[in-house]
């Protein structure tokens, strides 16, 4: 039984200081290989969802399938809501077992995206599950969810009251990261994770990682940030893999054949990125400490 919260997964990695891979999956073929990568890596893993996966193949269908690949991988798993602003999908979610959630108010003023949160930190804590919060807007659009947009940043005060206020157990700080490829060198502003970190020492989350330097993720990992989201990687290198076999294959019509190329593919990216984030190895502690 490799089902884990994201509390057991987080704890230890924020207290030493490594990064956990948070994935997000489109389909069972993606779930299996990052699961895959992890299991050869000995490393704990979160499988991530966006709101427009679970609205694709549907949240009891996807919770089973993860439980199932879950429970049978020999390395913690947990599974977790990634960018969602709509309650009603939290509930589905919360009540289809998932770990944890990111409840996405960042479009909401800081008050009411503060009044709603702890409403959802109150829900998730009858699962026993978790909540990431989150105030400012990541630049770039994730499945559906954000904007081009660069985002306000507030003050470090508003994050720290709003951590405080609503009892979140992870926060995404706005630290010049964005989602999907980036165009133009990243502006990083990592100290704001240790300021913040400082003031409310809960684990921090990094999105927006596809396209960081190995030293860009290993500094903010040092500093706090214990989740590292990936997700536009895990795209690239599913359909780029397709196209590729496609392309050397024209007479193919083999579907298994395709599937283990792109699954190749896929647990490769995810074995170089949990690799970087200092994680391997570390799965049988997480394991121990229950
Ligand atoms: P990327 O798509 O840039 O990897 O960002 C992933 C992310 O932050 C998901 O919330």
Redesign the pocket.
Known sequence: MAVASLKQVLDPAFEERYGVA?I?IVDDLSLQSVIAAAEVLEAPLIV?T?LKTVKSIGAPVLSQLFRARAEAASVPVALHL??CPEREWISICLQNGWNSV?FDGSHLDVEENRRQTAEVVQEAARYDAQVEGEIET?R?V?DGVGSDEGGLVHPIEISDGFIADTGVYAFAPAIG?????YAAEPHLMPERVTELVARQPIPMV??????LAREQFEDLIARGCAKV???????IAYTDAARAFLDANPAKHDPPSLFRHVSQAVQAMAEDHISMFGSAGKATAVQARG
Do not use: C, F, P, R
């Open positions: 948070a997000n991530q966006s990634d960018h990111l990541v770039g994730e990261t964005a989602h999907g490829m990094l999105h927006g990682g596809t396209g989201n990936i997700s536009t990687a895990l795209k």
